[in-house]
């Protein structure tokens, strides 16, 4: 069964029978004939993280609308906390609302920074961290998009719960950065990589 991929942007419409993709997205007919449009799913090459300041993902269509952040053992060079920070044409690094924190009564530690999603609150920050988990944004509308994650963390041996809002962006998201706050640490282990869907 062939797949007709449209290179005009004017929608045609699901078609009655057959595959039919149009910008991203997928219509079909199924077994019983009935339509419907399919979900798309899009794992990226993972990067390694051992090198530079920042690791960045590039060219993410405008259809996606779901992405997850993938940490392998990923750490850095010094203390600076890593965070996440998307954008359209170039990274938006201010307007964010984001908070992490691991712990539970007189052991809890919390963070919150406005320069990106925050991956974990400064109380395990350790040249030493190793970092792997899921990080998840979602498109709530607008351009604008929401985060959630769970971060299991080598040092302090809890698992960190991190969540947010991004600034609404000026067009579709087009790009992901994994870098710190301070933006001038160098990663130095693990890989990150990226799934996003439509």
């Not at 419409?13 to 007919?29: C, I, R, V």
């Amino acid at each position: 069964m062939s797949i007709l991929a449209l290179a005009s942007n004017t929608l045609i419409g699901t078609p009655a029978s057959g595959n039919l993709e149009y910008n991203g997205q997928f219509f079909g007919t199924d077994s019983a004939g009935s339509r419907a449009q399919f979900q798309r799913f899009v794992l990226e090459t993972a990067k390694a993280s051992t090198s530079g300041t920042s690791i960045d993902f590039t060219g993410i269509p405008a259809w996606v609308k779901r992405i997850t952040v993938m940490l392998q053992g990923v750490s850095t060079n010094s203390t600076s906390l890593p965070q996440i920070q998307i954008g359209s044409g170039s990274v938006s690094t201010s307007g964010y609302a984001s908070a992490a924190n691991y712990g539970v009564g007189a052991g809890q530690n919390t963070g919150t920074v406005t320069t990106g999603f925050i991956l974990e609150p400064s109380g395990g920050a350790s040249a030493a961290n190793l970092r792997s988990g899921a990080f998840i944004l979602n498109l709530i509308g607008s351009n604008t998009w929401l985060a959630q994650g769970n971060i299991y963390h080598s040092s302090i041996g809890f698992c960190i719960q991190n969540a947010g809002i991004s600034p609404a962006l000026s067009g579709a998201l087009d790009r992901i950065r994994i870098t710190t706050v301070l933006s001038v640490d160098t990663f130095d282990a693990g890989s990150i990589n990226i799934l996003y869907e439509g």
